[in-house]
């Protein structure tokens, strides 16, 4: 029984790491290669399920929603870059925080006026109906698993192209040292273009495959935005490798912790007692594993080569 | 140098005064509201002042300043769910919960510096957040109603809102002047010289991480007690004082009235918040113009209102890097 249910927490836990490695890895990105700090990378994430909305209200199928979405998404996070980012990449990071805030401001609110402020949703494919059972009376859906699956795919496939592909070779000689970079004739501005618009193709990608298990509403880009940062800056900002195992790292503890910890204070609370503080001190833990990895390593489990 | 500190002080000495005479004013136009309202702008103007210290003489951009104004306000809210009502022990107590948390995250994030430390105040302040909402002992992520405001020696004196707005401007007043006392002592010097060199002022000497982490805990101090008055302002207490979004609208109000001059962040309150009245009643969907409006700011009015009043405007662009 609580071995069933810790496997169906861990598959929980997994399942978050693995959009918030979706979110965090162009997040990472794009500071790496620009030293940007892109606070509307959570929208993104939110207009990618936004616009599934649309597609599938439009198409009725799943598969051809995620490939409109992804699409849509990367125009608009290309439009968004030729409109107001590039603008900032020379300022100083508290400009790009505002910038980006107000970019933040803009499309939570223009996402309530276009969609409305209530929560949407969208099935998921047909295919995917279903769960496999794990106990009596008890299944865990298979479009979860998918979602689990499909995320290391994309993860894996990341991997491929920055570790084996020429334009991974400049993404990370841009995130070691882009001014060594530009002098040797590469269009560090072009890159970043590719870059960023990939991005925030990811992100939309997670928000796309998200829909159909959490609610799509306005600001809920906001809460995985912050959870990535926290990804990133355990992981090492500029290191995909990094926010890859933090990404997973902070998925289950934060699922773990949710679900189990105020059983372990029932072991030496009082039920009544530890019915408080288990949720308080669960909502706490990922920060409190972030402040310590930082304690002991100020920049992150892999920092990027060449960036201290 | 010595004309931009006498301009400096008339323009104080005029914003207290304004202040001062607004109550009689308004109430003899018949615009008595107009009270409860500047009591609100005036609280944030502390808060505004105190991330100022930090963020504009500092450098240090702090993204999760609302933490230690909803610590402050929820020291207050709990206090008072406890039959706790005198001001002169809660507030006081509101100052330190909020210099505490300061101190245990401030020793932490100064360890790293740019966008890490950026990074890390957001997350504290969000670890506030959502600790606030799990508190379900005291309304959770509804908020806590306080059942009146906080006593002066056991005298319900501040249940006026006239009372309450003269205890705030007195309050705003004293936190000016120790923040200016701060950013002119040596103290403050220091701060400033690890802004522009943190290299070289280890170099001469200064523990660059004792002097940021000493006035991060001083600023979060001042922003509890802003947090405290705002729970006696409000009486009402709820996570939503401490969202990230609400630290984002801090550093706005002291970009916009000018980094590194102390009227000017009261004045980038005082516009912040008077821009938001104005568009909130133009629309309800106030934020899609406000959003816009912000990247403009950024991109074409750096140096905010503050640099209006000063004669060599221009000169002084590079103190923002």
């Known amino acids: 029984m609580t071995a069933t249910l810790f496997a169906v927490q861990v598959l929980n836990g997994l399942q978050l790491g693995v959009l918030l490695f979706l979110v965090a890895a162009g997040l990472t990105l794009v500071f790496g290669v620009m030293d940007f700090i892109n606070l509307a990378h959570g929208v993104q994430y939110m207009l990618g399920a936004y616009l599934a909305v649309t597609f599938y209200g439009l198409t009725g199928n799943f598969f051809a929603t995620v490939v409109l979405a992804l699409a849509a998404a990367l125009v608009l996070g290309l439009v968004l870059e030729v409109l107001v980012f590039r603008h900032f990449y020379d300022r100083d990071h508290l400009d790009q925080v505002l910038a980006t805030f107000g970019v933040i401001l803009f499309l939570n609110e223009g996402v309530r006026i276009v969609w409305g402020a209530s929560p949407l949703s969208y099935p998921g494919p047909e295919i995917l109906q279903g769960a496999i059972p794990v106990m009596d009376g008890f299944g865990y859906p298979v479009y979860r698993i998918a979602l689990i699956v499909a995320g290391l795919i994309c993860a894996a496939g990341l991997w491929l192209v920055v570790a084996r592909t020429k334009v991974g070779m400049l993404i990370r000689a841009g995130a070691a040292n882009p001014a060594m970079l530009s002098a040797l004739g590469v269009n560090v501005r072009q890159l970043f273009m590719v870059v960023f618009g990939f991005g925030a193709m990811l992100a939309g990608f997670a928000g796309v ?69 288990g949720p308080a001190i669960a909502s706490m833990l990922i920060y409190v594993l972030m402040a310590g990895v930082l304690f002991f390593r100020p920049t992150g489990l892999f920092p990027a080569p060449g960036r201290a | 140098m010595r004309d931009l500190l006498t301009r400096e002080r008339l323009i104080t000495a005029a914003l207290l005064t304004v202040f001062a005479l607004l109550p009689p004013v308004a109430e003899a136009f018949g615009q008595g509201y107009l009270t409860n309202v500047a009591s609100r702008v005036m609280i944030y103007a502390i808060a505004a002042l105190s991330l100022d210290l930090i963020l504009g003489y500092g ?59 950026i990074m890390i105040t957001l997350a504290f302040g969000q670890m506030a957040y959502y600790t606030a909402s799990s508190l379900s002992a005291y309304g959770g992520d509804d908020g806590l109603t306080i059942w009146g405001r906080s006593e002066v020696l056991g005298n319900p004196v501040l249940e006026d809102d006239t009372a309450l707005y003269f205890f705030v401007l ?14 002119g002592s040596r103290f403050g010097r220091v701060i400033a010289g690890v802004r522009e060199n943190r290299a070289r002022m280890s170099a001469v000497g200064f523990d660059a991480y004792r002097h940021q982490l000493v006035a991060y805990v001083l600023a979060g101090m001042m922003a509890g007690l802003a947090g405290a008055l705002l729970a006696n302002h409000a009486e009402f207490v709820s996570p939503a004082y401490m969202s990230w979004q609400r630290s984002g609208d801090l550093i706005i ?69």
């Open chain 2, 253 to 321: 109000m002291v970009v916009l009235g000018g980094m590194g001059s102390l009227y000017g962040a009261v004045l980038g309150a005082v516009a912040y918040l008077a821009l938001e009245d104005v568009l909130a009643g133009f629309t309800e969907h106030w934020r899609v113009i406000f959003g816009p409006l912000l990247i403009l700011i950024v991109l074409y009015a750096r140096g905010g209102l503050a640099r209006a009043f000063r004669r060599e405007g221009p000169s002084r662009e590079g103190r923002d890097g």
């Open chain 2, 170 to 183: 007195i309050c705003l007043a004293l936190c000016w002047w120790v923040a200016s006392r701060v950013v």
């Open chain 1, 209 to 277: 495959m998200a829909g159909p298990i959490f609610s799509v509403e306005p600001g809920m880009g906001d809460g995985v935005l912050i959870l990535a940062f926290v990804v990133i800056v355990i992981g090492g900002i500029g290191s995909i490798r990094g926010a890859f195992l933090a990404a997973l790292l902070v998925g289950l503890v934060d699922t773990l912790g949710r679900s189990f910890m105020t059983d372990i204070f029932k072991l030496f609370l009082e039920p009544s007692a530890a019915n408080q503080v």
């Open chain 2, 59 to 117: 450098a240090m951009v702090s993204f999760g300043h609302a933490a230690f104004i909803g610590i402050g306000a929820y020291a207050v809210g709990i206090s008072a769910e406890h039959n706790l009502w005198e001001g002169t022990l809660t507030i006081p107590m509101a100052m330190a919960a909020a210099g505490l948390f300061a101190l245990a995250t401030g020793a932490i994030s100064l360890r790293t510096r740019g966008v890490y430390f």
